[in-house]
């Protein structure tokens, strides 16, 4: 069972790509909680500093007992330089667990 740290979510990204996927909202503190150990697939570089992640884009193939913590970012944008999150960025993060699959 792996944990993925992801800047987007995609039903392509389960195996199979039929299944039962619970998601659940997280704070900001269970979100820096969680990701400790996971593997960054973060595929923005100024995300990824800011997150203090390494920058890792990859194709990923979540498997039943897989975890993908999912921050994802709204209203304005990250700059170069930036360090922190800007005032008009929106985050939400979320935590999806692929709980089991099957074919159809």
């Not at 500093?49 to 209203?75: C, H, M, R, W």
């Amino acid at each position: 069972m792996a944990v993925y740290v992801l800047n987007s979510w995609s039903w392509t990204m389960t195996n199979p790509k039929f299944g039962d996927c619970h998601f659940e909202d997280l704070s900001e503190e269970e979100f820096d909680r969680e990701v400790i150990g996971a593997i960054s697939c973060i595929g923005n570089p100024i995300l990824a500093k800011v997150l203090e992640l390494p920058f890792n884009p990859q194709y990923i193939d979540l498997k039943p007992g897989d975890t993908a913590l999912v921050i994802n970012l709204s209203g304005g944008r990250l700059r170069v330089g930036d360090k922190s999150f800007p005032d008009d960025v929106d985050v939400k993060y979320t935590k999806v667990q692929l709980q089991e699959a099957a074919a159809i």
